[in-house]
């Protein structure tokens, strides 16, 4: 029986590598200078600092270039609030989504059943969604439609199998 994977997963090397260009822009950039702005990947989160409020959001603008340039998905960030760090600073913390929690594998599994495909089932197992069906073409359908809907993650699909 044919079926594949809906998984999410986010390459890490390419978020460093992105971290790190964008921390090597903003040193070299003459609107930056004296602002001592900071671009930090932690384990899970990239941490951005800067003098202003205006300054922090140039960082994060030059930080979704250089992510979009490396093929990482922007919804694979969930941003957090702004806030005032000492000195007059201004700190936000970007966490990076990885996998599908439960709540998005219910909201994947019911977005299924809403394409109206016949012969499809779909199953949780773990961080990712087994889909199963008769046809390739009725999978086919659903990697489609999957596509198009507006789930807020970055959503791959792996191990298509006949």
């Not at 950039?29 to 409020?53: P, Q």
């Amino acid at each position: 029986m044919p079926s594949f994977d809906v998984v999410s997963e986010i390459d890490m090397q390419e978020v460093r590598n992105a971290v790190d260009q964008a921390d090597r822009e903003i040193r070299n950039r003459f609107d930056f200078k004296g602002t001592d702005s900071v671009v930090e990947l932690g384990d899970g989160f990239i941490k951005l600092e800067s003098a202003s409020e205006d300054r922090l959001a140039a960082l994060v603008v030059v930080l979704e270039e250089k992510l979009v340039k490396r093929k990482v998905s922007l919804k694979s960030l969930d941003w957090g609030k702004m806030e005032e760090a000492s000195g007059m600073r201004a700190r936000q913390t970007a966490t990076l989504q990885a996998g599908i929690s439960s709540d998005h594998a219910r909201t994947i599994n019911k977005a299924i059943k809403d394409f109206g495909v016949k012969g499809i089932q779909s199953q949780t197992q773990g961080d990712q969604v087994r889909v199963t069906g008769k046809k390739r073409d009725t999978l086919q359908e659903v990697i489609a439609g999957l596509k198009e809907s507006s789930i807020d993650l970055p959503l791959q699909f792996i191990n298509f199998r006949d």
